[in-house]
T-cell receptor
Framework: EDKVVQSPLSLVVHEGDTVTLNCSYE??????LLWYKQEKKAPTFLFML????IEKKSGRLSSILDKKELSSILNITATQTGDSAIYLC?????????????FGKGTLLTVNP | GAGVSQSPSNKVTEKGKDVELRCDPI?????LYWYRQSLGQGLEFLIY????????KSGLPSDRFSAERTGGSVSTLTIQRTQQEDSAVYLC????????????FGPGTRLTVT
């Protein structure tokens, strides 16, 4: 059974702290790993990592894919209260000729002032 | 349009009634996906369309759920004889094509079955 596991499930930090969120996966025919930020309803896209792009960075956020360990981390440095959200990890993979994204349950990050 | 739109944003219905949820993807996106998110849970994949075709319907929770897409654009998710366990946020996403492309999500429809 395909699965994506995120840890921790929730995290509370103070502004300025650095956080690391984890995602591990077991899927058939892996193609990509995506990170999303969900503040209210709609998840917003952060990064997509593939075999040809295993490290991405945007401002204070960065992510690395470890295909050997079947995992990824999302780092946020100098956290701000606006970073408070659920961070979702999703893995794009094929089953037969069909493509799907399998999501983890997410990590709820709370950044206190 | 500028982004994925969904309607209605909220829907309250009585148990046993049918509901229709609508998704309008980003113009030019050929792939469209439906997900369900229950309280405290991750996103549960329901079905996807490539064009008007849905290659795999195995993610639909029961035969009360169906979806269609016409003209390669708007999609409708229909839930017949709604049950309380159907209460969730239903999210739609679209991407340029399936596979190597990121999915862009709509704001969702919050369905409450009383």
């Amino acid at each position: 059974e395909d699965k994506v596991v995120q840890s921790p499930l929730s995290l509370v930090v103070h502004e300025g702290d650095t956080v690391t969120l984890n995602c591990s996966y077991e899927v058939t025919n892996f193609r990509s790993l995506l990170w999303y930020k969900q503040e209210k309803k709609a998840p917003t896209f952060l990064f997509m990592l593939t075999s040809s792009g295993i490290e991405k960075k945007s401002g204070r956020l960065s992510s690395i894919l470890d295909k050997k360990e079947l995992s990824s981390i999302l780092n946020i440095t100098a956290t701000q209260t606006g970073d408070s959200a659920i961070y979702l990890c999703a893995v794009g993979h094929y089953f037969g000729s069909n493509y799907k994204l399998t999501f983890g349950k997410g990590t709820l990050l709370t950044v206190n002032p | 349009g500028a982004g994925v739109s969904q309607s209605p944003s909220n829907k309250v219905t009585e148990k046993g009634k049918d509901v229709e949820l609508r998704c309008d993807p980003i113009s030019g996106h050929t792939a469209l996906y439906w997900y369900r998110q229950s309280l405290g849970q991750g996103l549960e994949f329901l079905i996807y369309f490539q064009g008007n075709s849905a290659p795999d319907k195995s993610g639909l929770p029961s035969d009360r759920f169906s979806a269609e897409r016409t003209g390669g654009s708007v999609s409708t998710l229909t839930i017949q004889r709604t049950q309380q366990e159907d209460s969730a946020v239903y999210l739609c996403a679209s991407s340029l094509r399936t596979g190597w492309y990121e999915q862009y999500f709509g704001p969702g429809t919050r369905l409450t079955v009383t």
